[in-house]
């Protein structure tokens, strides 16, 4: 314990960046816990499209989606979620939704929209489309 109280004193700057870097690990991991906003596996999205009518709104670019999404994915972006235009999804408030971004970072606050805008069930994809790539699952490609 000395020598932790020692290290402590000599590198301060250095234990404060462990503390913070402790405390955002920790942070994370209870907003994740206790927010309303799921987030499923690449074999759970699938169990929720095929047992749950289960809708898939990839948001990412044009050519992101074109390049290769998941089958039966809607393509919705950031910014038409925000503007709530959403081209009929509407009718479908209590179906499952999984919202897909790239890597799964900028799906959440998406997901975080729509459950303002009265959906009930709205899941992301965790890892995003490389965890559905990483997983050896199909992608569909669109022709140019």
């Known amino acids: 314990m000395a020598q932790f109280i020692e290290f ?8 404060l960046a462990w503390v913070v870097i402790f405390l955002i690990i920790v942070g994370g991991w209870i907003k994740a816990r206790f927010s309303a906003i799921r987030q499923v596996s690449p074999t759970e999205l699938t169990m929720l499209v095929n047992r749950q009518d289960g809708v898939v709104l990839d948001i990412r670019g044009e050519e ?7 089958a039966g994915a809607r393509h ?3 910014s038409q ?7 009929g999804l509407e009718k479908q408030k209590d179906a499952p939704i999984i919202v897909v971004c790239q890597s799964g970072m900028s799906a959440p606050k998406s997901a975080a929209e729509l459950t303002k805008q009265g959906f009930s069930n709205v899941s992301v994809l965790q890892g995003g489309m490389g965890a559905w790539s990483g997983a050896s699952l199909p992608v569909v490609k669109l022709k140019r």
């Not at 979620?81 to 081209?87: G, V």
Request: charged share 20%.
């Open 8 to 15: 402590v004193t000599n590198h301060p700057l250095l234990s």
């Open 64 to 70: 992101e989606f074109k390049k290769g999404h998941i």
């Open 76 to 78: 919705i972006t950031a």
């Open 81 to 87: 979620i925000s503007e709530q235009k959403l081209n």
